[in-house]
Every structure is written in C-alpha cells, then in structure tokens.
C-alpha cells in the first residue's frame, strides 16, 4: 500500500514497545489515468498517489490526529475520454462541521474538479477519530479505483492498553475489482477479484503474489478492517484468530469478539488480533457476495496471508479452512455497543423522536430507477449546497424536487427503512454529516434505546426487516443520505437532507475557489461532462433488477 509521505505519521518506539504517532497534516493527492495490474489483468483505471508517478490502486495511507486540520490538495490530471475526467473526493466519515462545502458529493456539495485543475479540501476532525477512506464521489468512478483509505489516531485512545502495535501495517483494506471499465457494465456488477490491500487473484488468472501481513508472536495488533467496496459485500476473517471488534465506523466498541466480520459497501472496523498461534501462515479471507467464479478461495482467490515472523516465505495449504463462526456464533450488528454505554436520542420508545420518517425504497423499471418514497435522485446540474448559498430557503426551491427533506435545527430524527422492497437486498446505506444510533438493527425485531451501536453505514437486510436509525441535527449542512451499492446511487437510490437550511448560510463560508468549480465545469466540451451530470443507464442492469422485483412480486 503506497503511503503519502505529507501526512505519514512517524511512530516512535516506547519501552513497552507501543507507538507514538506524530504527524504532518498539508498533502497532495494526484487523480490520474494509469494502466494497473493488481490481480495480473491489465486495464486502465482511476488512480490517487502523492504524486503522478507513484499513484496506484488503492490510494495512499492519509493519517492525522484527533483535533487536527487538513489541507489537501486534489489535483486532477484525468485525460481518458473513456471515463471520467473531473472528479470529486468524499472523506468518508468525517463530518465536517463547518466545511460542507469540503465533503465531496458532486452536484450536491460541489461542482467537479475539472481535468487539468487543482482544489484544496480544508476540514478538521474536532471529535473525530477512528477508521475512515476517500474515494471518488462523482458517477462510478471509485468503482474504476479512486479510493483509499484514512486514519485518525487519537493519542487518549480509551482501547490503548488492548494492543501492542496500531501503524501503517495494520491497516487491511478490501475492494472488488472489475476487468472493464464501469460505463462498460452491464447488467449487475460481477467483480473478478477481490483485492486485499490492492492485491488479488482472477479465476483462470497468473498466480500473482498475494499481500503478506507479518506479526511477530506475542504481540497484539489493532488491525484496520475497511470496505472499500464498489459493489459486493464480504465475510471476513483470519484462519486461526479470534477478531475482537474494538471500533466501528470511527465510533468506538465495547469489545466483541467473532471469528468472522460482515463487511457491506463503506463500513470499517477495527479488531484486535492477538498473534498467539503456532509461528506459521494463515489465510485471510474475504468472501464476496458474488463474482466471476469467486464463491471459492481455491488458487488463493479472495485472500490474503498473515504470516508470523519466522515461519517459511510459502503460502498456507489449501486445505486450511475452518468455521466462519468458530464457535463463537455469528456476527451480528445488534451485539455491537458503543464504548461509552451512550443511549440513543430521543425518548426510549417507538416513534419517540421529534421527527419520524419512513423511507421506502422500490426499483421502477418503467422509469428505469430505484426510488425513495416514490422518487429517484437525478443530480441537478447546480449542486444543492450552491443553490442554497444563493439564496433557497427552503426544500420546495431546491432541486431535484421530491429529493430533498429539509430538517429542523437540532431536533431528534428517526428513519425507518423497512427491507427488501427493492432487488439486490440487503443495501447500505451512508448518511453523510452525522453518526447515528441504530436502533433496530438487520435481522433483529428488538429496539435497542439503551445503548445501540452508532455508525455511518447500516444494512437495511431483507424483507421483515425495518431498520431504523436516529441521529440529532446538530449539523447544518447539505447532507446526502444513499446506497453505498454505486451503481444503485447511479439509479437513483438516494435523497438530500437539507439541515437547518438559514443556519447553513450563515456558518458556511465556501473559499474562492470552491465558487469557481462550476464556472470552470460549465466550460467543458459536452463529452467530458455529459457522463457525470447524469444517472448512468445500464440496461441490462436494469432489466436484471426488474426481473428480480417481479420473481420476488415486489412489483
């Protein structure tokens, strides 16, 4: 994993042997066209780096400190006409209180960045601290690679005294991977790899050398579970080793321990991992929900190693497997609790927010679109924070119509997303802006007011399932709420909050160059434009979900 040397922290050996991060906090991030080969088939892709020559699947490592300031640059110097030449970055799970306009979202907190143009994010991380990534939030450009991850260390770290060792080498991303290029998919998303820290195997493919996690035995390890996925959900885990869950989306855990991790579109966890096994190797897994023959981890697909200082440069033998479960029962989001007990807004009972809204999502094939209470988002060609700034005042003047909630000032929410109303179940859902507690969790009936897991990506599960979520409007900002399933947020699978709309104008001070984004993209060649303004079509995916609404009679 390539790491961006501006904001790299340096860890300082103590006499117990922890770390001491320290760190620098001003970086550029170079957005280019690169030929990649990350599981040995070659294509062009979307690719971030510290600079334009060491860019590469699976962006660079950008670490900061809980209370720090940020001022990265974003320079863009895309030129296939293939995909994608502007681009835009979300810094996922950073709520960027005060910096809206910082957040990403094209045509919803920004115009593009332009190709041969640079812009400079500047937010901090005044609460924050945890797990987080960037990517790509403009069309499906993080599916063709824009994407890596982001680590906030906090030096009064409440789980200190649980693990040993927390640095670059803990961190384990995983990716799906395609062989052509997203505007080219059609029908659902197959991958043909997973990636493990921006490695993996094709079926049929070379015998590519797969990412090698080295611990030394005795010591614990805070490793850094991230879903950078496009499209596929994972089951995780690490052959031999219990994973103590300790965080989840930046939020801190009670301690939790399973043998396997659910992973859908976004979410992030850390575990600890105690290296207290025999010293050898040992697969890591991650098994995607689908795939071009990947529903095997035969020739090394869908894995990783972990190997013990000592033990033999060789793979684990294929025949090393075991229960997913361990014995230990299966992971389940309802048994996550966060570390301070904290309960969750609102009053302990149902409907027991100020406001209460019940989103239902459906797929209508006659309109080719999925659907949040009967509407499909279509990115407006003036982003929704720009239209506010100039003077909207409320959810009816903005657009898209029917796609934007407008929310009181400092009010408890509640949202419910009953499951399984749409194809392709379950669906992750991200709110941009706000952590929020998860009530009522996928595959659980039981309410939980007393202490349920707070995070920034839920599972809204299947058909019985209700999820509900709430969070407090202490935020004000222009906030997206979609499916992190890429090509369903292409479809329409999202709203905007708009949250305290007069306080929005008056705490957020875009700079300069943020207003000139839009200038500069209305001035682009249609061809350069036309593929991000809009929702991506996909026939056959569409026709593939249709299919699968009507088998299901949800339509």
């Known amino acids: 994993m390539g790491l ?18 320290q760190f620098r906090t001003n970086a550029d991030l170079y957005i280019v066209n690169k030929d990649v080969s990350p599981d040995g088939f070659t294509r062009s892709a979307v690719v971030a780096g510290s600079s334009s020559t060491n860019a590469g699947v699976t962006g660079p490592l950008l670490t900061g400190l809980k209370g720090g300031s940020y001022n990265i640059k974003v320079h863009d110097k895309l030129t296939n006409a293939d995909m994608i030449k502007g681009t835009s970055i979300h810094w996922h799970g950073l709520l960027q209180r005060g910096s809206g306009w910082a957040d990403g979202p094209a045509f919803v907190n920004q115009c593009p960045i332009s190709s041969g143009q640079t ?43 649980l693990y040993d060792i927390d640095d670059e080498t803990t961190v384990l991303t995983l990716a799906d991977w395609y062989h052509i290029l997203s505007k080219d998919f059609h029908g659902p998303a197959i991958p043909d790899a997973t990636l493990i820290n921006g490695v993996g195997r094709y079926s049929g493919g070379p015998k590519v050398p797969l990412s090698v996690v080295s611990v030394r035995k005795g010591k614990k390890y805070r490793m850094r579970l991230l879903s950078m996925s496009c499209d596929a959900h994972f089951v995780f ?16 855990t009670q301690p939790y321990t399973v043998r396997s991790i659910q992973m859908l579109a976004g979410q992030r966890y850390s575990f600890v991992l105690n290296a207290n096994k025999p010293v050898g190797n040992y697969w890591i897994r991650a098994q995607p929900n689908g795939g071009n023959n ?14 013990y200082v000592g033990a033999p440069a060789i793979e684990p033998p294929a025949s090393q497997v075991e229960d997913p479960n361990g014995g230990l029962g299966a992971f389940k989001e309802v048994n996550l609790h966060p570390l301070n007990n904290a309960p969750a807004p609102g009053k302990p009972k149902a409907g027991g927010a100020d406001v209460n809204l019940n989103l239902v999502m459906s797929f209508e094939p006659s309109t080719e679109a999925f659907m949040l209470n009967g509407h499909s988002w279509h990115s407006p060609q003036l982003p929704v924070l720009n239209q506010i700034l100039s003077g909207a005042s409320t959810a009816q003047q903005l657009l898209p119509a029917d796609s934007i909630i407008e929310l009181p000032k400092n009010k408890v929410i509640e949202l419910s997303i009953p499951g399984g109303l749409a194809p392709s179940s379950p669906h ?3 709110l941009h802006g706000h952590t929020f507690s998860v009530i009522r969790s996928a595959g659980s009936s039981t309410y939980n007011y007393k202490n349920p897991i707070r995070r920034d990506v839920v599972s809204t599960g299947d058909l019985g399932d209700n999820v509900t979520i709430r969070f407090t409007t202490d935020n004000a900002g222009s906030w997206f709420l979609h ?46 434009s036309r593929i991000a303004s809009g929702n991506h079509q996909d026939t056959a995916l569409i026709a593939a979900l249709a299919n699968e609404a009507s088998a299901k009679g949800l339509i």
Request: hydrophobic share 40%; net charge negative; glycine share 8%.
């Open 483 to 528: 499916c992190h399933i890429d090509p369903h947020l292409e479809l329409g699978l999202a709203v905007v909050f708009a949250e305290s709309i007069k306080d929005i104008r008056a705490s957020t001070a875009p700079p300069t160059p943020w207003q000139q984004l839009c200038p500069t993209w209305a001035k682009l060649a249609e061809e350069d």
């Open 294 to 307: 990947l529903l095997t981890f035969d020739g090394g697909l869908n894995s990783a190693i972990l190997r």
């Open 428 to 430: 992750p859902m991200h």
């Open 119 to 161: 812009f400079a994010y500047q937010f901090s991380s005044p609460t924050e601290a945890g797990t987080y990534w960037y990517h790509s939030h403009i069309g499906l450009q993080y599916c063709d690679g824009l994407r890596g991850p982001f680590v906030i260390y906090d030096r009064d770290d409440p789980h200190r005294s």
């Open 4 to 21: 961006l040397l501006a904001l790299l922290p340096l860890f300082l050996a103590t006499a117990n042997g922890a770390v001491s991060p």
């Open 237 to 252: 885990q690490i052959n031999g080793h219990d994973l103590t869950i300790i965080e989840a989306d930046g939020v801190s």
